[in-house]
């Protein structure tokens, strides 16, 4: 009896011990991507390490909302590169890349927001909606994709997408703003030639299974420097270790990719990731000779996509807790 007991307690010290260990693991990938995301990424921060509940992950609300009050997420248009134009709201990014060739779109808002925002902002901006030759959606989601039928539609653009996001849309019959027509689908890492400019189009599965991210050249007063575009963040997939780990093996790809191709500028697609809203307005500020603020520089990229990393090491450690 007194021997059972004895067990008893010390297999219950055994499990006191290793739920420990695995808190313990959860934490230090938390501390570390605390360390990674220093002052530069609270919003990244807090959004996939405190609060990675899908419920909560900003910006992936489903397709059937009420559209919000204009006031709320309205933004003014504003060239960010010589090449480069943020046509995004508060909450939302969407861009347009211009080339010898026409123009690039990545991203396309909810459908809201595409004609006040994209068309108008384009057209404020001194662009024509007319030349979108490609629109790149990151992924399948109501905040990014619900414009790709019209600039499809109306101005003729080929809409890029990843394999299993089409295959998602096409499902999705109430799409706001339209679904558009299957057209070019990414199924590994390619790039999209459009006049002088050339964008490499990487698969990154992990907020949703056919997520793309980008890497492209922008110019500030003629120096080219290169951009990565992170397409995904939120950890809103099926909580489990397989959808962790295609996560994690995203992040460190592209912070591979983004090293290889010396890239110095982050653009997320939700401007709590990458304060695009903010620096929309503070390149209005810059005085000849500063930096550009969306020039982080090349270690800043890296730890982006180690915050990343880490935070989903921790959700992943949290599971077996
Ligand atoms: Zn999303």
Redesign the pocket.
Known sequence: MKSRLLLTAAFTVLGLLAANAQTGEAEMHRRAAKTAAGTLFPGLLAAICVSPDPAT?V??GGRKRPDPNRSTWYAQPAQMFDNLYWIGTRIHSAWALKTSGGIIIIDTLYNYAVEPEMVEGLKTLGLNPADVKYVIV???????DEGARLFQQRYGAHVVMGAPDWDSIEKQTALPGGQPKRDIVISADRDITLGDTTVHVLTSPG??PG?LSLIFPVKDHGRTLTAVYSG???F?FPHDVAHYDTYIATQRKMAAAAVKAGATILFS?HSVYDDAFDRSRLVKLRAAGEPHPYEIGAAAVGRYFKVGEECALAARADLKS
């Open positions: 992950v910006g992936d990151s992924h399948a989601h109501g905040d990014h907020h949703t997520t995904g963040t939120g809103n697609n």
